[in-house]
């Protein structure tokens, strides 16, 4: 008896938001429809990537359709091992949050207290002790962890302006636009039209390892790949990168989940 087709699957986080350069496909994988994004970009090969989004295609403009989905069927068996252990992986329980409740602020620790208010959020950069304290003064405990995370995106987009900006005249560029994200596995985006996208949750981390991602991106704005003269740029404004890659890549696992 023939295998039936599966129905095409879902994004692994259930949904996705694309950029300009960004195009939503599926493939058939033995029985099962595989959706994925192809993404044309300035580099010499095709490079398949998979995390909790789905597959992700990476692909320099001249390469064809076919060889892209050539690529993809040559590698079927390992894209759909990857994709099912992403399925079966379990994220971490969201965090509780309560009066003092300590979550990591720039490779620090900040207090949370809670208090009756009208949703919204008091920074105490001295706090009682070493530590600054973010009182949020909430309507329902219910608002907590969105009105925490608001306080936490605002606070990091203001960093990342900063030393954006501290780069940017280092590099001798202009200060691109600053966007800032929410993937679970990406911690930053380059592009010449849209500007750089940094993930808010960096803002967990010591300044020294947000300053390696910010340094990082601004680099694509001179060689948009990662080729030696990529990572030469990156020298330039970060001599020690290469530490500071192996830190972020453990720090990736301590990210309190607070959705």
């Not at 129905?7 to 950029?19: F, I, K, V, W």
């Not at 060889?67 to 993809?72: F, N, P």
């Not at 329980?93 to 959020?121: F, K």
């Not at 990662?226 to 890659?245: G, I, M, T």
Request: charged content about 25%; some cysteine.
């Amino acid at each position: 008896m023939p295998l039936v087709p599966r129905p095409a699957e879902l994004p692994l986080d259930g949904r996705q938001a694309l950029a300009a350069d960004e195009t939503p496909r599926t493939i058939a994988l033995g029985d099962r429809i595989v959706p994925y994004v192809l993404r044309r970009a300035r580099r010499r090969t095709i490079g398949l990537s998979i995390d909790h989004r789905g597959l992700r295609v990476g692909a320099p403009p001249r390469a064809s359709l076919r060889e892209v989905e050539s690529l993809i069927l040559r590698h079927g068996e390992w894209v759909a091992q990857k994709l099912d252990e992403w399925r079966t992986r379990r994220r971490p329980e969201a965090l509780r949050i309560v009066d003092g409740t300590r979550v990591p602020l720039l490779g620090a620790s900040l207090e949370i207290r809670l208090a009756l208010g009208s949703n919204r959020a008091v920074w105490n950069e001295h706090g009682d002790g070493s530590f600054p304290v973010l009182t949020l003064c909430l309507r329902s405990p219910a608002d907590a962890a969105r009105l925490l995370e608001k306080a936490l995106r605002d606070r990091a987009r203001r960093l990342f302006a900063e030393r954006l900006g501290h780069f940017a005249e280092c590099l001798g560029v202009s200060v691109p636009l600053l966007a800032l994200s929410s993937a679970r596995t990406r911690w930053g985006s380059c592009s010449s039209k849209t500007g750089i996208r940094l993930n808010w949750r960096l803002i967990h981390f010591a300044p020294h390892v947000v300053d390696y991602v910010v340094a990082h991106e601004l680099a694509h704005l001179r060689e948009m790949n990662h080729s030696p003269r990529f990572w030469a740029v990156v020298e330039q404004l970060c001599p020690n990168y290469r530490a500071l890659r192996a830190e972020l890549h453990d720090l990736a696992k301590t990210i309190p989940n607070l959705v």
